[in-house]
Each structure stands twice: as C-alpha cells, then as structure tokens.
C-alpha cells in the first residue's frame, strides 16, 4: 500500500521560500502510469493543482500560480519536492502531495499525503 | 480554465436517505471527472474515477453518473460516516476542483 508522507516547515516569512518534501513509502515511483503532484487548499481559493513531475524528470505546472514553482524529484529517496518562491500572504494554504494515476478513464489523486498547513507570515 | 460548478454548496439529510450531488462543467468533458470526500481534517479520498467506476475498497453506496457537462454523485441509503465534504474534480484539460459540497446528518 503506497502511503505519501510529507516534511517541511510550517511557517515561512513573505517574500522567501516555501519548500516541502513528499517521501513515497510502499512502493516505486518509476512507472508510466502516474505523475505525482502538489495540489493545496485554502477556504479563499478551495483546492488548486500546483503542478506535477512523472519520474524522468518531465514538469507541468498549472500558470495560473502567481508565484513562481519549481517541482524536483529524486528517485534514489523515493522523493519530490515543491519550492515556491517569493511567497505572499495569498500562498498561506494546506499543500498536499498527491499521485496521480494516469488511465483511459482520465486521471485521479490517489493517495494524498497527510497535508501541511504553510502559513506565510512575518 | 474549465470550471466546474458544484451544487448544493450544503446539505442536511437524514440516515437512510439517498443524496445527489451534481457537478457542472464549463464545457464538454466527456466522462473525466472524479469524486471525493473529506473529513475534516483529512486529506481528500477518491471515491469515483472516470464519472462512473467505484474505487476499490469503497462502498457500494456511492455510485456516479453522467457525461459531457453533467454529473451526478449519488449516496444510497446514507450513514452517519458519510458526514463530510465531497468535492468533483476535472481533468479533461489540466486539473480543477469544484467547491464542494458540505453533508450534514
């Protein structure tokens, strides 16, 4: 059973940094058939896709983020990673990690990690 | 973006009822969306893939259905742990959520 487990802190000033880490447990991330993702919520926004990386390396990022992403993965720890940069008070939200499965059906979240609640303040 | 309206935004009902969620997409879909529920607290969890397939390990009790721009979930004969928000998601072209739907008892 893949479980997703996230690190990072949970508190960064305006204008730095927000970096988090997803650690896969359980099982592979080298398939073709998911991607693995950031989403995050917040009551203003609701949930919102950040972007996703698939395990060669290949980014999507959704360009209606104001604030500039960066999506890295490392394979060998079974990790990825989310860094946003020059956070503003609108980026204070849960972020979650997610994988995505990729199907003739569409595509689903499944996992999620146990989310992270990121608060952008001084 | 697709957007992709959810309605009720709340509702109450009883043990035992049967509940129906809709969701509306901004444009033609075809069947890519899914469901999910949240407990407070917790992270989202899929319930329905591809508008109508039940996740494994779900209960037969939740059911979807529709296409195009107009679907539907639907929660026969509910119980008291399906208290929760349940959110439609899209992904004909990129990724987006509706606004969810909070269930009381």
């Known amino acids: 059973q893949v479980q997703l487990i996230q690190s990072g802190p949970g508190l960064v000033k305006p204008s730095e940094t927000l970096s988090l880490t997803c650690t896969v447990s359980?099982?592979?991330?080298?398939?073709?058939?998911?991607?693995w993702d950031w989403i995050r919520q917040s009551p203003e926004k609701g949930l919102e896709w950040i972007g996703a990386?698939?395990?060669?390396?290949?980014?999507y990022y959704n360009p209606s983020l104001k604030s500039p992403v960066t999506i890295s993965v490392d394979t060998s720890k079974n990790q990825f990673s989310l860094h946003l940069s020059s956070v503003t008070a609108t980026d204070t939200a849960v972020y979650y990690c997610?994988?995505?499965?990729?199907?003739?059906?569409?595509?689903?979240?499944?996992?999620w990690g146990q989310g992270t609640l990121v608060t952008v303040s001084s | 973006d697709i957007q992709v309206t959810q309605s009720p935004s709340s509702l109450s009902a009883s043990v035992g009822d049967r509940v129906t969620i809709t969701c509306r997409a901004s444009?033609?879909?075809?069947?890519?969306i899914n469901w999910y529920q949240q407990k407070p607290g917790k992270a989202p969890k899929v319930l329905i893939y591809?508008?109508?397939n039940l996740q494994n390990g779900v209960p037969s009790r939740f059911s979807g259905s529709g296409s195009g721009t107009d679907f539907t979930l639907t929660i026969n004969s509910l119980q008291p742990e399906d208290v929760a928000t349940y959110f439609c998601?899209?992904?004909?072209?990129?990724?987006?959520f509706g606004q969810g739907t909070k269930l009381e008892i």
């Open positions: 997610a994988r995505r499965q990729i199907s003739v059906a569409g595509n689903w979240f499944d996992p």
């Open positions: 359980g099982g592979s991330m080298t398939s073709n058939n998911y991607h």
């Open positions: 990386i698939n395990f060669s390396g290949t980014t």
């Open positions: 444009q033609y879909i075809n069947n890519y």
């Open positions: 591809g508008a109508s």
């Open positions: 998601q899209q992904s004909f072209s990129t990724y987006t």
